[in-house]
């Protein structure tokens, strides 16, 4: 990921402390902008996610299914929820995007800079990329999970409602299943995080290398224009990657939610502790090899942008700060008709 250069002169040097701050911030606005522009499609490949029945358009199937095509999930929940159904789990969603994309772009920044200082720079930045993508994807994962959790709870519930909003969510779990219970699927989580972190910015960093080159000298505008095609197509192949351990890990975490009939069988209690493979292969068994893809359309059509998004938004406001932080500790020039009278070789004080 090109970030601007650090300074390392005496005059110019950015404190560590104040370069982790800005990276978090920047992580941190940039995720919450990508998270509520993209939070209807999230919703939508959540209720396909933990949808058992094979998704069919013939009602007269042995076991319809409540949402039957892409279109049809979006007219469906404005139908029943209103407007606003669109948008559940949006506080958790925000709550576990900001911290997520903070603790994400900080480690990948010093991991990268761990990296640097052991001789791994220019030549091996692209591995260096991978690596430091999937081992910042798992701190976040790690730092942000009871919010990931609350937000596939609200997101999946429907109408009529089993939790009136995350706080009430978080007691019920909390009183049922005790502190483990908020990070009931962490462990599938951070199997599909990490090679799916490692590709989104292993080949942000490798698109954003090859064409550099051809958008040298170009104005601004063409190199956010690059960001935003490199994010949008390192997301897209990050996320056809990990498909198919997104769903498992919606099914660990709902596993037991009691929600209306009307959208089909519940996803039961056991598979709360069935190992991952089992729990893949009973998917492939009851619901064939497209029930792995459930949600892919929504996942995809959600993942390109809101990576484009996040890079392009992170690009452009650590751009800022860190041009605006170094300003801040330049001292100012003196006025003009003091330096006209200066002696030769006087230093200013």
């Known amino acids: 990921m090109?970030?601007?250069?650090?300074?390392?002169?005496?005059?110019?040097?950015?404190?560590?402390?104040?370069?982790?701050?800005?990276?978090?911030?920047?992580?941190?606005?940039?995720?919450?902008i990508s998270r509520f522009m993209v939070g209807p499609l999230d919703v939508v490949?959540?209720?396909?996610?933990?949808?058992?029945?094979?998704?069919?358009?013939q009602h007269s199937a042995k076991?319809?299914?409540?949402?039957?095509g892409f279109l049809n999930a979006f007219k469906t929940i404005v139908a029943d929820e209103g407007i606003r159904g669109l948008w559940n789990g949006t506080v958790p969603g925000l709550l576990l995007t900001i911290p997520y994309t903070a603790v994400q772009f900080v480690a990948l920044q010093q991991c990268k800079e761990a990296?640097?200082?052991?001789?791994?720079?220019?030549?091996?930045?692209?591995?260096?990329?991978?690596?430091?993508?999937?081992?910042?994807?798992?701190?976040?994962?790690?730092?942000?999970?009871?919010f990931d959790l609350l937000r596939t709870t609200l997101a999946a519930q429907g109408?009529?409602?089993?939790?009136?909003?995350?706080?009430?969510?978080?007691?019920?779990?909390?009183?049922?299943?005790?502190?483990?219970?908020?990070?009931?699927?962490?462990?599938?989580?951070?199997?599909?995080?990490?090679?799916y972190a490692a590709l989104q910015f292993g080949l942000y960093d490798a698109f954003n290398k090859a064409s550099a080159e051809q958008l040298l000298g170009r104005k601004l505008e063409d190199r956010k224009l690059q960001s935003f095609l490199c994010g949008l197509s390192a997301g897209l192949i990050a996320k056809l990657g990990s498909h198919p351990l997104d769903v498992a890990k919606k099914r660990y975490q709902v596993a037991g939610l009691p929600r209306s009939l009307r959208y089909g069988a519940r996803v039961e209690s056991r598979l709360a502790v069935m190992p991952l493979l089992a729990c893949l292969g009973e998917i492939k068994a009851k619901e064939g090899l497209a029930g792995l893809w459930k949600g892919s359309?929504?996942?995809?059509?959600?993942?390109?942008?809101?990576?484009?998004?996040?890079?392009?938004?992170?690009?452009?406001?650590?751009?800022?700060?860190?041009?605006?932080?170094?300003?801040?500790?330049?001292?100012?020039?003196?006025?003009?008709e003091e330096q006209a009278w200066r002696p030769t070789g006087s230093k200013a004080q």
């Open 2 to 32: 090109h970030v601007p250069a650090q300074d390392d002169s005496e005059d110019g040097k950015q404190p560590k402390l104040q370069r982790v701050a800005l990276d978090a911030t920047a992580g941190a606005l940039a995720g919450a």
């Open 45 to 57: 490949k959540i209720r396909f996610q933990v949808q058992l029945e094979p998704i069919s358009m």
């Open 63 to 68: 076991l319809p299914s409540h949402y039957t």
């Open 115 to 146: 990296a640097a200082k052991l001789g791994w720079g220019e030549r091996s930045s692209t591995p260096v990329a991978f690596t430091s993508g999937a081992l910042a994807g798992a701190a976040a994962t790690v730092a942000s999970y009871p």
């Open 159 to 195: 109408e009529p409602k089993v939790y009136r909003g995350m706080t009430s969510a978080a007691r019920a779990i909390y009183r049922e299943h005790g502190l483990p219970g908020l990070y009931r699927g962490l462990g599938v989580t951070l199997v599909e995080i990490m090679p």
């Open 297 to 336: 359309v929504p996942s995809i059509v959600k993942a390109a942008p809101a990576a484009a998004i996040t890079f392009t938004a992170y690009e452009a406001l650590i751009g800022f700060m860190l041009a605006w932080s170094q300003r801040a500790v330049q001292p100012a020039a003196p006025p003009a």
